[in-house]
């Protein structure tokens, strides 16, 4: 019976993780979905599990962008960001400084790649990504609650 093509990622992983001291493959998956890299065949894996991560990370940085600056963004991001102290757009935009030097970073790897600066930028960001994760979550929090303490207040507000 042929491996699944997950069970062969694992597999190919742990030589690689063994090899340059890498995070494990389930810290990564739960932090960065690498397990999509199954559905790709690459000889160049860390450098596709180096992009699947800098999507999640794009993500973020893309959410942050529009708290920090909703010109164009949907209707929902300029009540999230009305809601926003001055300490908490500060704390975005450190966080957003954080992910934009991890973005310049990958685009020097996909300019020059090397299996060996593809590890070191994995590792890199795996420790950098626990405490970006846990400052965003700080700031969906205030979010959270400034969102669900508006819905309140304007059910309250208008009787027609």
Request: with cysteine; aromatic share 6%.
């Given at each position: 019976m042929k491996e699944s093509s997950l069970e062969e990622l694992k597999k190919d992983y742990k030589k690689i993780e063994q090899k340059y001291k890498l995070p494990s493959f389930q810290e990564l998956n739960e932090d960065f979905d690498i397990e999509k890299v199954a559905e790709r065949e690459t000889d160049m894996l860390l450098r596709e599990i180096r992009k699947t991560i800098m999507d999640k990370v794009i993500a973020y940085l893309r959410f942050i962008e529009m708290l920090l600056n909703p010109s164009n963004a949907p209707m929902f991001f300029f009540a999230l960001v009305k809601s926003l102290k001055q300490d908490d757009k500060k704390e975005?935009?450190?966080?957003?400084?954080?992910?934009?030097?991890?973005?310049?970073?990958?685009?020097e790897l996909d300019c020059q790649y090397k299996e060996n600066k593809e590890a070191e930028f994995?590792?890199?960001?795996?420790?950098?990504?626990?405490?970006?994760?846990?400052?965003?979550?700080?700031?969906?929090?205030?979010?959270?609650?400034?969102?669900?303490q508006k819905t309140k207040n304007s059910e309250k507000g208008y009787l027609g």
């Open positions: 975005l935009e450190k966080i957003y400084g954080k992910i934009c030097s991890l973005e310049i970073d990958a685009v994995i590792k890199k960001i795996n420790k950098d990504w626990k405490t970006i994760k846990k400052d965003v979550l700080k700031i969906v929090v205030i979010l959270k609650k400034n969102w669900h």
